[in-house]
């Protein structure tokens, strides 16, 4: 069980003869593109990954709310050990939520099949392949969804959401799924696909043209003297190593029948290629290693990049399955506690390290976080006094110096002391030195 149990049924590849050149297929490049296709592409792969092994790894921790409107953890409600431990007895909670993003990115829709205990509360979530086939999806006569699927050998038929987690991608396929984005990007994908054939058959042949040997007027060959010619000056010279020169004979010339890379602008293409996939999975090219002309890998636009990205491009799989956990996992009970799931971004915000100490900094010296919760964000144990919120206190007013509230302890409030009498002592000097200024006039 693994990730690709989410997609098991690869479809046409850039090699097979089917996909070839004069292969089926109602897209402009005349290829069949399905989820093993789309895979090999590079830019889909490193996209896909780059969604799945991120919110794979994020932490996903079980709350309930308080009567005040905070949050709790809830770390002892039977929720927590299956979503942040294993799901089920073969994957960790990483591999499960990774598979089941992986399947969102390519099929619009992930599953998993739910093992209930007598009280209504799961021991396990094993994953269903959503690939087209696999899953049969219908609603019945009062409308309620059903589901049919055939699972280690087994014929599951007309199962409903109280035994099947469903959460659903970008979209409505019109029958309670989400939209395919394999499906719907096959123009975009049949075009990449048959990019990097004609490159690959490209290089297969040395980078040579396409070629036609003209004989000179009036001469006719015979089949032998065929024959003879194409073992003499065709197989020879075809292929990525052949390196050897030929003498043509009898008057003969080569003329060039296809068209150069450069003419084709190849390279061009095949960067507006990894762009268009991108922008089907909103993944900004920068993430997987394709930047545009004068763009950088790094430096702060980068990290605004970063920051787009979390928001709008893996924010809306991160509340989707935070909501189908509240919705098709908790008991109705659990949700009338408040008892909710949610992921914990915190890591991919985090800045340099002057920048996130600065920020901790302000938020410790401003009362927002105490100094054991700013610790806590840095896996650091609590210290003693580190519960209490506390803020500066440069300006006070007078009546309230030398009060540890007000100034935040005897140090400071010495300081000020001294301070005050300072200014006071310096005004007292400069309106003496006014007077004798007026006497001497």
Same mark, same amino acid.
């Given at each position: 069980? /693994?990730?690709?149990t989410w997609w098991k049924k690869p479809a046409l590849k850039v090699q097979d003869p089917d996909n070839s050149r004069r292969g089926k297929g109602d897209t402009w490049a005349g290829r069949d593109v399905g989820p093993g296709g789309a895979m090999q592409l590079a830019t889909y792969w490193s996209c896909v990954r780059l969604h799945g092994e991120t919110v794979g790894t994020l932490p996903l921790a079980v709350f309930q709310r308080e009567k005040d409107g905070s949050k709790g953890p809830a770390g002892d409600h039977w929720l927590y050990g299956l979503l942040h431990d294993a799901p089920n007895a073969e994957q960790t909670a990483a591999e499960f939520i990774e598979g089941m993003v992986v399947s969102l990115c390519i099929h619009g829709n992930a599953y998993s099949l739910k093992d209930k205990r007598n009280d209504g509360s799961l021991i396990s979530l094993t994953p269903l392949s959503a690939a087209a086939g @696999?899953? @049969?999806?219908? =609603? @019945? #006569?009062? /409308?309620? $969804? %059903?589901?049919?699927f055939t699972h280690r050998g087994k014929r599951y038929i007309g199962l409903t959401e109280d035994d099947i987690f469903h959460v659903r991608g970008f979209g409505d396929d019109g029958n309670g799924g /989400?939209?395919?984005?394999?499906?719907? #990007? %096959?123009?975009?994908l049949a075009s990449a696909e048959a990019i990097a054939a004609s490159s690959g058959a490209t290089f297969r042949n040395g980078m040579k043209s396409s070629i036609f040997f003209t004989a000179p007027p009036g001469v006719k060959m015979t089949d032998t003297q065929r024959k003879d010619f194409r073992a003499s000056f065709i197989d020879p010279y075809v292929g990525g190593e052949a390196t050897n020169a030929g003498l043509l004979e009898q008057g003969f010339d080569v003329k060039t029948v296809s068209l150069p890379p450069k003419d084709a602008e190849l390279l061009m293409t095949w960067r507006f290629s990894v762009e268009e996939i991108c922008r089907w999975l909103?993944?900004?090219p920068v993430l997987i290693g394709h930047s545009a002309d004068g763009q950088t890998m790094w430096g702060s636009g980068v990290e605004q990049i970063m920051i787009g990205w979390l928001t709008l491009g893996l924010r809306p799989y991160l509340t989707r399955i935070e909501q189908a956990i509240k919705k098709r996992i908790l008991r109705p009970a659990d949700r009338a506690r408040g008892v909710f799931a949610e992921f914990n971004v915190e890591g991919l915000l985090r800045a340099d390290s002057a920048g996130r100490a600065a920020l901790l900094s302000s938020l410790g010296q401003n009362g927002? $976080?105490? =100094?054991?919760? /700013?610790r #806590?964000? @840095?896996n650091r144990p609590p210290m003693d006094g580190g519960d209490v919120l506390t803020v500066q206190s440069n300006l006070v007013p007078l009546h309230l110096l030398g009060t540890v509230a007000g #100034? !935040? !302890?005897s140090g400071n409030s010495e300081q000020v002391r001294n301070a005050l009498r300072a200014w006071l002592a310096e005004q007292d000097q400069q309106q003496q030195q006014q007077q004798q200024g007026s006497s001497n006039a």
């Open positions: 069980m /693994g990730i690709l @696999d899953m @049969d999806r219908k =609603r @019945d #006569a009062n /409308g309620v $969804l %059903r589901y049919s /989400g939209l395919s984005v394999v499906q719907f #990007a %096959r123009q975009s909103r993944t900004p927002y $976080l105490t =100094r054991n919760e /700013g #806590a964000l @840095d #100034a !935040g !302890g």
